[in-house]
T-cell receptor, first 110, second 117 residues
Framework: SQQGEEDPQALSIQEGENATMNCSYKTSINNLQWYRQNSGRGLVHLILIRSNEREKHSGRLRVTLDTSKKSSSLLITASRAADTASYFCATAAWDTPLVFGKGTRLSVIA | DAGVIQSPRHEVTEMGQEVTLRCKPISGHDYLFWYRQTMMRGLELLIYFNNNVPIDDSGMPEDRFSAKMPNASFSTLKIQPSEPRDSAVYFC???????????????FGPGTRLTVL
């Protein structure tokens, strides 16, 4: 299965700290995406990184991709209470739709 | 655009009843996905459509589940008869195909929380 697995399953940090979440997957991919889900809501796309890219930034988000290790990381800098949510990685292989991991639950304490 | 619209937002029904969940994708999107989310199993892809045609329904758990997309702006997921183990949050998502056999970002609806008693 190409399913991504996030690590850690849960993370609790203080406001202002950085949060790092990791994702590992098993097969070759075309792209990897990160999504956020607030409690009781649908998933929201954060960032997409293609297999030929190594790093991507969007605001306070930084995503890295290491295809040799089949892993990705999501860094949220200067976290805020509003960043409290579950974060999912999703992998897309050729001709197959996204496969989501089980997510990392992030709690940012004010 | 209003985004992906799902109805109802909450559904409580009794075992054995028929349940119909509805989805309106974002206008212009050519892919539509139905997911089920539970604590135990996470987010599972049930079925997806391309240009209103079902492409892969291998994630549909049983024959009790069926999905249709009669036109580009409407899809339904039906469970008949429903069972308590069907209780979950059901999401609909839509996207534009990325070309070069790749898949772009998906836009999710708010979900339908289904409780089967």
């Amino acid at each position: 299965s190409q399913q991504g697995e996030e690590d850690p399953q849960a993370l609790s940090i203080q406001e202002g700290e950085n949060a790092t979440m990791n994702c590992s997957y098993k097969t070759s991919i075309n792209n990897l995406q990160w999504y956020r889900q607030n409690s009781g809501r649908g998933l929201v796309h954060l960032i997409l990184i293609r297999s030929n890219e190594r790093e991507k930034h969007s605001g306070r988000l930084r995503v890295t991709l290491d295809t040799s290790k089949k892993s990705s990381s999501l860094l949220i800098t200067a976290s805020r209470a509003a960043d409290t949510a579950s974060y999912f990685c999703a992998t897309a292989a050729w001709d197959t739709p996204l496969v989501f991991g089980k997510g990392t639950r992030l709690s940012v304490i004010a | 655009d209003a985004g992906v619209i799902q109805s109802p937002r909450h559904e409580v029904t009794e075992m054995g009843q028929e349940v119909t969940l509805r989805c309106k994708p974002i206008s212009g999107h050519d892919y539509l996905f139905w997911y089920r989310q539970t604590m135990m199993r996470g987010l599972e892809l049930l079925i997806y459509f391309n240009n209103n045609v079902p492409i892969d329904d291998s994630g549909m758990p049983e024959d009790r589940f069926s999905a249709k997309m009669p036109n580009a702006s409407f899809s339904t997921l039906k469970i008949q008869p429903s069972e308590p183990r069907d209780s979950a949050v059901y999401f609909c998502a839509s996207s534009l195909h990325g070309g070069a056999r790749s898949y772009n970002e998906q836009f999710f609806g708010p979900g339908t929380r289904l409780t089967v008693l």
